[in-house]
């Protein structure tokens, strides 16, 4: 008897010492990454804040942070709606929405981003909007003039919004078929199901996703450049090529781009714990 409980423990302080021996050591957990990026930062703050050239720099590109984040932010809005109608629209058991949505999620999908962004900038976005002057000119007597910026801005809008459609529709599709029985079975119509009872359960699934396109908007306002609009991009191209100084032009870019998508990430992370921590057992 005595034996067996001298097993025992001895298993009992084995098990306990293989438990602490698979926690990992804090060095091997610890966000290195995060203090290199921080004394980049650091370094190219530092820089703005005492050099002349690169303080010189700063002033010259940061006027175009406001037009960047309104690019953004309207791309993003523009792209979700029709993230969300194409997603849903993949969905449908109306073969015609099925295929028109399919066909211009695999259109988006199938071009590199910069010829589309000629494409629809150029070519797409100035004939519809002329074909809606017509119509608007005839009808009511007015006419719409659609800023070059606002073309960009569109153009960006319908890329993202083919992926947003993926993005929606697999959400959608990962909650359980008996979902929507039930609620079917409470008398719901397949509008209401989807509304009231597939859409908020998907959200945990899309809401992360949706928050990286986010951010991919943001960087990819950088190729709006090629069109002429004067974001953080198209301002450190002229500033380094009116006085070539490249080196403190481009590092200037780099550092406003990687505050910004540095801090959305820290935020979206904050966001992903918080959706996910009733799956941990906290509340």
């Given at each position: 008897?005595?034996?067996?409980?001298?097993?025992?423990?001895?298993?009992?302080?084995?098990?306990?010492t293989a438990r602490v021996r698979d926690e990992k050591p804090w060095w091997d957990t610890f966000?290195?990454?995060?203090?290199?990026?921080a004394g980049v930062l650091a370094w190219m703050a530092f820089q703005i804040r005492t050099q002349d050239d690169y303080a010189l720099a700063w002033e010259r590109i940061i006027p175009g942070l406001s037009l960047t984040l309104v690019a953004t932010i309207?791309?993003?809005?523009?792209a979700l709606l029709l993230g969300l109608t194409a997603g849903m629209g993949q969905l449908s058991r109306n073969i015609v929405v099925r295929n028109v949505a399919r066909t211009y999620v695999e259109f988006i999908r199938g071009i590199p981003m910069l010829p589309l962004?000629?494409?629809v900038a150029l070519i797409l976005v100035p004939e519809t909007s002329d074909y809606v002057n017509q119509r608007l000119d005839a009808w009511f007597g007015v006419t719409y003039k659609l800023s070059f910026q606002m073309r960009a801005t569109v153009t960006l809008a319908l890329i993202y919004g083919a992926y947003m459609a993926e993005i929606f529709r697999g959400g959608i599709q990962s909650i359980p078929p008996g979902q929507s029985e039930a609620g079917r079975s409470l008398g719901l119509t397949r509008r209401q199901t989807m509304r009231s009872v597939v859409l908020p359960q998907a959200m945990r699934a899309i809401i992360p996703p949706l928050g990286n396109d986010f951010i991919a908007i943001l960087k990819d306002t950088s190729l709006l450049s090629v069109l002429g609009v004067l974001e953080i991009t198209q301002r450190g191209r002229q500033f380094s090529a009116s006085t070539f100084k490249f080196r403190e032009g481009y590092f200037v870019v780099s550092f406003i781009y990687l505050c910004l998508t540095l801090g959305l990430s820290l935020l979206l992370?904050?966001?992903e714990r918080r959706m996910t921590r009733d799956r941990k057992g906290e509340r």
């Amino acid at each position: 008897m005595i034996g067996e409980v001298a097993t025992k423990s001895s298993r009992h302080r084995a098990e306990g010492t293989a438990r602490v021996r698979d926690e990992k050591p804090w060095w091997d957990t610890f966000p290195w990454w995060g203090v290199f990026i921080a004394g980049v930062l650091a370094w190219m703050a530092f820089q703005i804040r005492t050099q002349d050239d690169y303080a010189l720099a700063w002033e010259r590109i940061i006027p175009g942070l406001s037009l960047t984040l309104v690019a953004t932010i309207e791309a993003f809005a523009i792209a979700l709606l029709l993230g969300l109608t194409a997603g849903m629209g993949q969905l449908s058991r109306n073969i015609v929405v099925r295929n028109v949505a399919r066909t211009y999620v695999e259109f988006i999908r199938g071009i590199p981003m910069l010829p589309l962004i000629f494409t629809v900038a150029l070519i797409l976005v100035p004939e519809t909007s002329d074909y809606v002057n017509q119509r608007l000119d005839a009808w009511f007597g007015v006419t719409y003039k659609l800023s070059f910026q606002m073309r960009a801005t569109v153009t960006l809008a319908l890329i993202y919004g083919a992926y947003m459609a993926e993005i929606f529709r697999g959400g959608i599709q990962s909650i359980p078929p008996g979902q929507s029985e039930a609620g079917r079975s409470l008398g719901l119509t397949r509008r209401q199901t989807m509304r009231s009872v597939v859409l908020p359960q998907a959200m945990r699934a899309i809401i992360p996703p949706l928050g990286n396109d986010f951010i991919a908007i943001l960087k990819d306002t950088s190729l709006l450049s090629v069109l002429g609009v004067l974001e953080i991009t198209q301002r450190g191209r002229q500033f380094s090529a009116s006085t070539f100084k490249f080196r403190e032009g481009y590092f200037v870019v780099s550092f406003i781009y990687l505050c910004l998508t540095l801090g959305l990430s820290l935020l979206l992370g904050v966001l992903e714990r918080r959706m996910t921590r009733d799956r941990k057992g906290e509340r």
